[in-house]
C-alpha cells in the first residue's frame, strides 16, 4: 500500500499515538480500522451520541462476558 501523509495537530498525532499504542495496534491499523467502519455504516442512520462513542471498545472485547464478570464483581456472585 503506497504511504499516504495525514495532516493533524501535534495533540491529535500524539493522542492517536497513545491510543494505538494502547490498544496493541499500530497508527496505520487505527485509522484503517476507522475508515473501514465508516464503510460499513451510514452515518446518517446513527444517534449522534452513539457516534461519539463508536470505536471506544476494541472489536475484540467479548461484551457478554466482560458484563458477567462485572455483575460477578458487583454482586459478589
Known amino acids: 500500500m503506497p504511504e499516504r501523509t495525514v495532516q493533524l495537530s501535534k495533540e491529535d498525532a500524539e493522542t492517536l499515538k497513545a491510543y494505538a499504542q494502547e490498544q496493541g495496534l499500530t497508527v496505520d491499523e487505527v485509522l484503517q480500522r476507522f475508515a473501514a467502519s465508516l464503510r460499513r455504516t451510514n452515518v446518517e442512520d446513527i444517534h449522534p451520541e452513539v457516534r461519539k462513542i463508536t ?4 472489536s475484540d ?3 457478554k462476558k466482560a458484563h458477567a464478570q462485572h455483575q460477578r464483581r458487583k454482586h459478589g456472585s
Do not use: F, N
Not at 55 to 58: A, D, H, M, T
Open 61 to 63: 472485547v467479548d461484551a
Open 55 to 58: 470505536g471506544l471498545i476494541p
